[in-house]
């Protein structure tokens, strides 16, 4: 199978890229960049509902690009016409295997319509998939956006669901996860304050929950300061987000997990201080700029107190927010705040 085999017919801009927000501190860049992601993450959605609300004939003209030809001993792996000038191929129109459109769908014409739905899907992200490859100029990530292209390009023509395998293991990668430590802190540290600071400590927590969820990570190659033992840890973490959180957000055939529920101490303790800084460096901006509501000021001017806090219980070689075993006194407590934070 050759990836010189599709011919991406969409330009759409991916999800972003991981190579470019290296550093930090520039006004506004994180909003910009999430506001982008989300305006292409809306143009692959519109994209994926065109193609869902084609005519039956016109699903399967579409899948016949990226579908095994039928006949006999024909080892074609998808149909291309064979006068470029063609606009819209019927099923009687010829491949360049020489058999015609109709050949290399016969075997999905008695799938349901669901199943067809679903490699559809699949093919716009491929398209998407490969988008995303040609953009990428981190040399590690453009190979780790090939293997997911491969992957997604051979699930359509075997019909199987794309399931990453291999090095990488499979998620929850590390117990507990960080929502569970972020949690286990409040309890740690807060459980002695009044319901009004503790409701602030939690909106708090939940932010920085949602930054770690939403927010770009920086590529390992942009951290020079970080060496030898840590980078190499740095980069396992960095390439299974890029699998498991990140890709997924554009790519919905893969399987998406959030950042929060399936790493751990490993990753935070990598990206802790990135995201600290690009946290502060928005609420800065944010206060200067917009008049705020008491319950906004609340929260700016706790939130140093609550980062410098975790860092040092994030960093500290035996802090009890990581045992497996935390018990808090009070499992209601415990039970407003799991719910709090999922929210
Ligand atoms: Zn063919
Ligand atoms: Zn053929």
């Given amino acids: 199978m050759s990836e010189n085999s599709v011919e991406p017919t969409d330009t759409t801009a991916t999800g972003g890229d991981g190579s470019s927000q290296v550093g930090g501190g520039e006004s506004g860049a994180k909003q910009e960049q999430y506001a982008s992601r989300l305006t292409n993450l809306e143009k692959i959605q519109i994209k994926k509902q ?38 819209n191929p019927t099923f009687t129109d010829f491949c360049r295997c020489e058999h015609t459109l109709e050949m290399h769908v016969s075997h999905l014409k008695q799938k349901s319509e669901e199943e067809l739905n679903r490699l559809l899907v699949m093919v716009v992200d491929v398209d998407n998939m490969y988008t995303a490859m040609t953009k990428q100029e981190n040399i590690e990530t453009k190979r780790l956006y090939l293997y997911l292209f491969r992957l997604l390009r051979k699930c359509v023509l075997t019909l199987d669901t794309p399931v990453v395998e291999g090095p ?13 430590a972020v949690t286990n802190f409040l309890v740690y540290k807060f459980s002695h304050l009044g319901q009004q600071e503790l409701i602030t400590m939690y909106e708090l927590a939940k932010i920085l929950c ?37 890709v997924p957000t554009f790519c919905d055939s893969l399987q998406r997990f959030d950042t929060t529920m399936v790493f751990g101490r490993t ?66 407590f415990q039970s407003i705040l799991d719910s709090k934070l999922k929210g």
């Fill in 50 to 87: 065109t193609v869902l609300s084609y005519p039956l004939n016109k699903k399967l003209s579409k899948l016949a690009v990226y579908s095994r030809c039928q006949a006999e001993k024909c080892d074609c792996i998808g149909w291309k016409r064979t006068d470029n000038s063609m606009q």
């Fill in 168 to 180: 990488l293991g499979q998620p929850p990668f590390e117990k507990p996860c960080i929502h569970k």
């Fill in 210 to 246: 949602h930054c770690l969820n939403t927010w770009d990570f920086p590529p390992p190659s942009s951290q020079k300061h970080i060496v030898s033992q840590e980078a190499t840890k740095y980069k396992i973490e960095y390439t299974r987000w890029l699998v498991f959180c990140y």
């Fill in 267 to 332: 990753l935070l303790r990598s990206v802790f201080k990135y995201i600290r800084k690009q946290m502060l460096d928005e609420f800065h901006r944010e206060r200067d700029s917009t008049p705020q509501e008491e319950k906004r000021i609340l929260l700016l001017t706790n939130f140093p107190t609550f980062l410098n806090q975790l860092e040092e219980e994030i960093y500290a070689p035996n802090s009890p927010i990581w045992h497996p075993e935390f018990k808090t006194q009070s499992l209601h």
